[in-house]
């Protein structure tokens, strides 16, 4: 979420990145191993031959009891695992490892020459495979598979490193996210559009401009990417940080004002929205979490929100904004708008801001 400059701005400021957010940016390097599992060396040879373009950091074993000794010492992305091997085979193998790995999830990919009855292939599904590949097969859908997996793997560890990263700053900063500055009541609205739709209308700068004062929300939408809240004349109004990512179900991501207007904990604060299909409709949760404890300050967001999903859901449904005027609406003409008008006066710079 944006305010206009008017709100919440300190001058026409641009986004050079700040000394903590330069100091303290999170490194999103991930590097991906995949275990290649066969007891056949040729095979291993081959296959690493058709990985090596991806450029992943390739491990190999060449029994099931090796593959495991590996995965407990080693934290691996993806296992490529043969089915017809001696004493542990790969489905008893695969077995073993979600049994004495639960926690880890790891993705296992079946490869056979011999196995290839649907039986076998719903038993390795039944173990914990997510795919499974029979031999000869085609490299370019293997290695299509082994980029998605990789990537899966690559977003959930970098958004285990942003939670870490936000709990050091809670411990450095002796607070936590609970309370009135922690918690966020969930807005809820039923919009007439597919997920896709909402999707598409959170996330395109063409659409959140016509619904934010003419304000774009600009990253690629990758996890731990940068986002920022550009203003019309190239100006930050927010900064973040791309959380979670998961099309079209759940987006998430960290909000700062570019300005002095901070949490008291330094803690950024979080956006979530849940696109859940609900019958002829899609529910839009909205969670905003870790605003600044500051009553007045709550209170105008929560009335911004407001209006700004209204008009996300009008835009959606009719492909045209709301016949709205933001800068009555942060002058507080309006219903209810007079805390608007309260905590602006407060600001500093608002009488050379422009809504």
């Given at each position: 979420?944006?305010?206009?400059?008017?709100?919440?701005?300190?001058?026409?400021?641009?986004?050079?990145?700040s000394?903590?957010?330069?100091?303290?940016?999170?490194?999103?390097s991930?590097?991906?191993?995949i275990?290649?599992?066969?007891?056949?060396?040729?095979?291993?040879v081959a296959?690493?031959a058709?990985l090596?373009?991806?450029?992943?950091?390739?491990?190999?074993?060449h029994?099931g009891?090796?593959?495991?000794?590996?995965?407990?010492?080693?934290?691996i992305?993806?296992v490529?695992?043969?089915?017809?091997?001696?004493q542990?085979?790969?489905f008893?193998?695969?077995k073993?490892?979600k049994?004495?790995?639960p926690?880890?999830?790891?993705?296992?990919?079946?490869?056979?020459?011999i196995?290839?009855?649907d039986?076998y292939?719903?038993?390795?599904?039944?173990?914990?495979?997510?795919?499974?590949?029979?031999?000869?097969?085609?490299?370019?859908?293997?290695?299509?598979k082994?980029?998605?997996?990789?990537?899966m793997y690559?977003?959930?560890?970098?958004?285990q490193?942003?939670?870490?990263?936000?709990?050091?700053?809670?411990?450095?900063?002796?607070?936590?996210?609970?309370?009135p500055?922690?918690?966020g009541?969930?807005?809820?609205?039923?919009i007439?559009?597919?997920?896709?739709?909402?999707?598409?209308?959170?996330t395109q700068?063409?659409?959140?401009?016509k619904?934010?004062?003419g304000?774009c929300?600009?990253?690629?939408?990758?996890?731990?990417?940068a986002?920022?809240?550009?203003m019309p004349?190239?100006g930050?109004?927010?900064?973040?940080?791309v959380?979670?990512a998961?099309?079209?179900?759940?987006?998430?991501?960290s909000?700062?004002v570019?300005g002095k207007?901070?949490?008291a904990?330094?803690?950024?604060?979080?956006?979530t929205?849940?696109?859940t299909?609900?019958?002829?409709?899609?529910?839009?949760t909205?969670v905003?979490?870790?605003?600044?404890?500051?009553?007045?300050?709550?209170?105008m967001?929560?009335?911004?929100?407001q209006v700004?999903?209204?008009?996300?859901?009008?835009l959606v449904?009719?492909g045209?904004p709301?016949?709205?005027?933001?800068?009555?609406f942060?002058?507080?003409?309006?219903?209810?708008?007079?805390?608007?008008?309260?905590v602006?006066?407060r600001?500093?710079?608002?009488?050379?801001?422009?809504?």
């Amino acid at each position: 979420m944006a305010l206009p400059r008017a709100a919440l701005s300190f001058g026409n400021k641009k986004d050079n990145g700040s000394p903590r957010e330069k100091r303290e940016a999170m490194d999103t390097s991930v590097e991906v191993k995949i275990l290649l599992v066969d007891d056949t060396p040729a095979n291993l040879v081959a296959l690493e031959a058709v990985l090596d373009p991806l450029q992943y950091d390739i491990v190999k074993a060449h029994s099931g009891s090796e593959a495991i000794g590996i995965l407990e010492s080693t934290d691996i992305g993806l296992v490529i695992l043969d089915v017809q091997m001696p004493q542990l085979d790969g489905f008893e193998t695969a077995k073993l490892i979600k049994e004495r790995m639960p926690d880890r999830n790891i993705p296992i990919i079946f490869m056979t020459a011999i196995y290839t009855e649907d039986p076998y292939v719903q038993k390795g599904y039944a173990v914990g495979g997510v795919d499974y590949f029979g031999k000869p097969f085609d490299p370019a859908v293997l290695k299509a598979k082994v980029r998605l997996h990789a990537e899966m793997y690559r977003q959930s560890k970098l958004l285990q490193r942003m939670e870490e990263r936000l709990k050091e700053l809670e411990r450095r900063n002796g607070s936590s996210r609970t309370g009135p500055e922690g918690n966020g009541s969930p807005y809820i609205l039923h919009i007439n559009a597919a997920p896709q739709k909402v999707w598409q209308g959170l996330t395109q700068p063409e659409f959140t401009k016509k619904y934010w004062v003419g304000q774009c929300l600009e990253t690629d939408w990758k996890v731990g990417s940068a986002l920022r809240q550009r203003m019309p004349d190239g100006g930050t109004a927010v900064k973040g940080r791309v959380l979670v990512a998961d099309r079209p179900k759940t987006l998430s991501y960290s909000w700062e004002v570019d300005g002095k207007d901070e949490p008291a904990s330094g803690i950024p604060a979080t956006i979530t929205f849940s696109i859940t299909p609900f019958r002829s409709t899609t529910a839009l949760t909205m969670v905003h979490k870790g605003l600044s404890a500051d009553a007045e300050v709550h209170a105008m967001v929560n009335d911004v929100w407001q209006v700004a999903l209204c008009g996300l859901k009008t835009l959606v449904e009719t492909g045209k904004p709301l016949p709205f005027q933001w800068k009555e609406f942060f002058e507080g003409k309006g219903p209810g708008m007079n805390r608007v008008r309260t905590v602006r006066g407060r600001r500093p710079s608002t009488d050379q801001a422009r809504s």
